[in-house]
């Protein structure tokens, strides 16, 4: 047979056709997060840097800059103003000195090269509690003494938790996207729970079928209904709200994965019990081996409650 260039085309058409989809919904897990920080290092008070209005907007979404909601027309206008521009100025500078303290690193100031790594690293939604703002209790200051250790937990402002009465806790599932089966994620959630139900006064059972539990979790894309939209692969990973609400969503664009083999996976389990540690009244810890430690670092496991996170749950309840 004679060498036939439309066949060929035909066949490329083809190949190209039949790859779309596939190219359409294999998304970027390349594990690199909030990117726009890359080029932002060395940054410091006094410069004005394209891209520094992008890490304004981390460190208020992460808690560490707060523009209020004062209606008043020249302090939004200000507020507006300073969201928005690409100054390094005192406010920015007391804020990234604050994310350093929070995460032990040497506080400059300065975006030095540890303070972008840390701020590359995929997290969890939930934004930090300011050290500052997050007065240690007594208990704390008895405990730390005791130990010769400072805790590194923290509760959300005005410490919600669950009413004494309410110690059984029901779960549901209900999802916008379809990431993994059901009874996948029923199991990894059991198991989940069952880690803090270990070490707390909680139990918690799925509820019955068709019902809504306390707890409702599921996967969702971008924005999905509760003011906090999803951020695609990457960065965010999930998040949760302080009691009683009892939501935790998985963001829907990461390479979920019931036992990561690769760095671009992240683990169901790990997330599902740092999420739950929110459900329950605990802020983020800067113990980096506690489970509410705020990042997460994808192709890794991380299942187990530590010592923080079991003094952090019995401190709130107590
Ligand atoms: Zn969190
Ligand atoms: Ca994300
Ligand atoms: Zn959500």
């Given amino acids: 047979m004679a060498f036939n260039p439309s066949l060929l085309l035909g066949a490329f058409l083809l190949l190209l056709l039949v790859s779309i989809p596939i190219t359409v919904h294999c ?15 060395g940054c410091h008070k006094g410069q004005t840097v394209k891209g520094l209005h992008a ?40 804020a990234v000195r604050a994310y350093q303290s929070n995460y032990h690193m040497k506080v400059t100031g300065i975006l030095d090269s540890d303070t972008i790594q840390e ?26 003494k005791l130990f010769n250790t400072t805790p590194q937990y923290s509760f959300f402002p005005g410490m919600p938790r669950w009413p004494p009465s309410k110690t059984r ?14 009874q996948v994620l029923r199991s990894v959630c059991s198991r989940a729970f069952r880690r803090w139900q270990n070490v707390s006064h909680f139990t918690f059972q799925e509820a019955r079928r068709g019902a809504t539990g306390d707890i409702v979790i599921g996967f969702h894309h971008g924005g999905h209904g509760d003011q906090y939209p999803f951020d695609g692969p990457g960065n965010t990973l999930a998040h949760a709200f302080a009691p009683q609400r009892g939501w935790f969503h998985y963001d829907a664009d ?9 760095m671009t996976q992240v683990d169901l389990e790990s997330v599902a019990v740092h999420e739950i540690g929110h459900i329950l009244g605990l802020g983020h810890s800067y113990d980096r081996n506690a489970i509410m430690f705020p990042s997460f670092s994808p192709g890794t496991i991380k299942r187990n409650l530590r010592a923080d996170d079991i003094e952090g749950i019995r401190a709130l309840y107590s």
């Fill in 169 to 182: 806790l029901t779960y549901s599932f209900r999802s916008s996207a379809k990431v993994v089966g059901i």
């Fill in 119 to 144: 701020m590359m690293l995929p997290r969890c939604g939930v934004p930090d509690v300011v050290k500052a703002t997050n007065a240690m209790s007594s208990r704390k200051m008895k405990q730390s």
């Fill in 254 to 262: 990461e390479n979920w994965s019931t036992n990561p083999v690769n």
């Fill in 55 to 94: 890490l304004k907007r981390y460190l208020q979404k992460f808690g560490y800059l707060n523009y209020g909601h004062d209606h008043h027309d020249s302090s939004k206008n200000r507020n507006l103003k300073h969201a928005n521009n690409d100054e390094f100025d005192d406010l920015l500078e007391s």
């Fill in 27 to 41: 998304k970027d897990h390349t594990g690199k997060s909030f990117d726009f920080l890359h080029h932002l290092e």
